[in-house]
């Protein structure tokens, strides 16, 4: 029992060094058509590549059976064969991220799960024949169950999960707790988190203690008609308020900062700055649980829901990747893009890790207006996109790389 209770205190201590740390810089190992492509092994080959790069850890489609291929409609929770491969290609792939000391990360979809068998209603909202076998207590009255109403927004289209339930609860820790000791997947990215109650986080994290854990708070940013508005405190304060529901123990993807960049980098870099000065994202309030991004494999890849203007791409890595938070690189801008932007990508990650640049460092904002954005990283970076032009007064600066409406100078 002693040894037990030293390697939770061990777990606990890790959990907080990683996110005390603040030196995380992710890759999204995937896209909505890596089920095709055989996939796990495709990853092991690149992973001394990813490793070599300076990413601390790869997210990771969900590794579960589910209806669909791209995994995100799961049902038998405990079977590793997916259309990514094998469960042996699954072990081999985390056992090689393991030996190059890159973290693996799984994408856990526990909002919602596919049934199995039809039960009261005539619809499938029970999970007979596999384990976790949970009857209609288990799905939310508002989609079809015998549950409690949704803690937070409703999946339409499937039966969603009623965390109330102490078995529910209880049945999703042992399994997160089987992915992170038997599996050895490191940290988790909680899918669809509006969809119940962000108390429920905190007590799975709790409970299966990943070294770093995401959560995927979409939100729709505030507009007027089909303008962005500048202020996006709201926004942003919706984001805040799950952040804190977990026990400050989760990090959110950041869908502030890439809402206002996106608009940004089209010629007005003046939301760049807020009323306060500040970055306007998630980044601006609470840095060192704000995980930036610029696209996944929903807002980009073939599914294009809310995609980064292509031409841009280079000015919105440039951002965050010399900024505060923990940035976040998508794999079909790193791999299927070309050469010229992937060694892009590398160097600004190599310049972060050798400025020590970290999620919370310092920013203070030089310029922001319509056509050019700078700013001053910490002590040692400075930074600017955009097409206008500009370069740090003082002769103790030097460029360390640029590209196209882009540059970054250390002293």
């Known amino acids: 029992m002693g040894y037990l209770k030293q ?11 990683v996110l005390r740390d603040g030196k995380e810089i992710l890759l999204q190992g995937f896209n909505w058509e890596s089920h095709k492509y055989n996939w796990w092994n495709n990853l092991e080959t690149k992973v001394p590549d990813i490793a070599k790069s300076g990413f601390t850890s790869v997210w990771l489609p969900p590794p579960y059976h589910s209806f669909s291929p791209e995994g995100y409609t799961p049902q038998n929770l405990y079977s590793l064969n997916t259309k990514y491969g094998s469960e042996r290609q699954l072990r081999a792939l985390l056992q090689k991220m393991k030996q190059y000391r890159v973290r693996a990360m799984a994408d856990i979809v526990i909002n919602h799960r596919t049934g199995t068998t039809q ?7 029970r999970f007979d024949g596999i384990p976790l076998a949970w009857d209609e207590r288990a799905v939310t009255s508002c989609t079809g169950g ?21 078995f529910v609860r209880k049945d999703i820790i042992n399994w997160l707790r089987w992915l992170r000791h038997d599996v050895g997947f490191q940290d988790f990215r909680f899918d669809f988190a509006k969809g119940f109650s962000a108390k429920f986080v905190r007590e799975y994290i709790e409970g299966a203690k990943p070294l770093f854990s995401v959560g995927e708070y979409w939100d729709t940013c505030n507009y007027k008609g089909s303008s962005l508005d500048y202020n996006q405190d709201g926004h942003r304060q919706r984001i805040v308020n799950w952040i804190d529901g977990t026990g400050q123990l989760s990090t959110a993807f950041d869908f502030t900062t890439k809402g206002i960049l996106q608009e940004a980098v089209r ?9 306060q000065g ?31 203007p292509k031409d841009h791409i280079m000015e919105g890595y440039a951002y965050i990747l010399t900024h505060p938070g923990i940035p976040t690189v998508f794999y079909d801008h790193f791999y299927d893009w070309g050469n010229s932007i992937r060694d892009q990508i590398v160097k600004l990650i190599d310049i972060r890790k050798r400025h020590g640049i970290q999620s ?52």
């Open 7 to 17: 390697e939770q205190t061990n777990q606990q201590t890790d959990l907080a060094a």
């Open 119 to 125: 039960g009261r209603g005539g619809i499938y909202n």
């Open 146 to 166: 015998l549950g409690n109403r949704s803690t937070g927004a409703v999946f339409q289209g499937f039966p969603n999960i009623d965390h109330t339930q102490d």
């Open 267 to 275: 010629g007005e870099f003046w939301r760049l700055r807020d009323a």
């Open 278 to 308: 500040k970055p306007p994202g998630v980044m601006g309030w609470w840095s060192s649980r704000s995980v930036t991004f610029i696209d996944n494999h929903d807002t980009g890849s073939t599914q294009g829901h809310w995609p980064f």
């Open 360 to 411: 919370r460092s310092p920013v203070r904002i030089v310029e922001a207006k319509h056509d050019l954005y700078s700013a001053i990283i910490g002590e040692k970076l400075c930074m600017k996109i955009g097409y206008g032009s500009w370069c740090p007064s003082g002769r103790e600066w030097t460029l360390s790389t640029s590209g196209h409406n882009y540059a970054v100078w250390h002293k």
